[in-house]
C-alpha cells in the first residue's frame, strides 16, 4: 500500500516547489525586460529583439539533452550547481559588461534556463515513488511556483522604476539566481 506523505510539510517538495518557481522567474524577468533593458543602453529596437533569440536558442537544446543527462545520474545536485553557476555568471556579464559580449552572456543564461526548466520537471518524477507522488509534487510544485514566478517582472519592473538604475533588477536576478542554486 501507498504511503501518503503532506507534501506542504516535506523541506524536499518545497525545495522543488522554489526550484520550479525561481527558474521560471529568471526566464519570464530575463523575457520580459532584457530587451528594454539592452535599448536603455544603446541598443537598436531590432537587435535587442534578437538578443532574447539567442537565449532561445542555447534554450531549445539544453531542454532536451538535460533532461537526458539528469534522468542517468543518481543525484542531480551538480546540475543545480551548474544552472546557478551559468545563471549568475550570464546576469554578472550583463551586469558587468552590459551590451559587450551579450551574445556569451546570453548563450550562457539560455543554456541554464534550458538546463534548469528540464531538471524542475524532471524532478517531479525523480523525487518521488509513485505516479499519484508525482502528479501531487507536480501540482504543488507548478502552483506555488508559477506564483512565485509571476511575481518576478513586476518586481524587476518597479526595482528599475525606484532607482531609475537596472544595476538593482539585475541584482534581484543574481539573488534569485543563488536561491535557484540553493534550493536545487
Known amino acids: 500500500e501507498e ?28 523575457a520580459a525586460w532584457l530587451p528594454k ?36 545520474m543518481n543525484n542531480q545536485k551538480l546540475l543545480a550547481l551548474v544552472v546557478g553557476v ?18 556569451l552572456w546570453c548563450v550562457l543564461i539560455g543554456l541554464a534556463s534550458g538546463l534548469a526548466f528540464s531538471l524542475s520537471m524532471l524532478l517531479f518524477v525523480l523525487r518521488t515513488r509513485s505516479t499519484v507522488q508525482s502528479a501531487e509534487l507536480s501540482g504543488m510544485a507548478q502552483s506555488f511556483g508559477y506564483l512565485i514566478a509571476a ?10 522604476d525606484l532607482s531609475k538604475d537596472w544595476m538593482y533588477s539585475l541584482v534581484f536576478l543574481l539573488v534569485m539566481s543563488a536561491t535557484l542554486l540553493i534550493s536545487g
Do not use: H
Not at 511575481?151 to 519592473?157: R, T
Open 37 to 72: 533593458v539592452m535599448q536603455t543602453w544603446g541598443m537598436s529596437v531590432e537587435d535587442s529583439g534578437w538578443i532574447l533569440s539567442y537565449v532561445q536558442f542555447a534554450q531549445l537544446p539544453m531542454t532536451f539533452i538535460g533532461a537526458i543527462i539528469a534522468s542517468k
Open 3 to 30: 504511503q501518503t506523505v503532506n507534501l506542504y510539510k516535506s523541506g524536499l517538495a518545497w525545495a522543488v516547489t522554489v526550484f520550479m518557481g525561481v527558474q521560471s522567474l529568471l526566464f519570464y524577468c530575463l
Open 86 to 103: 551559468l545563471f549568475m555568471v550570464g546576469i554578472s556579464g550583463i551586469l558587468i559588461f552590459r551590451t559587450e559580449y551579450i551574445i
Open 151 to 160: 511575481c518576478g517582472p513586476p518586481i524587476f519592473g518597479a526595482l528599475f
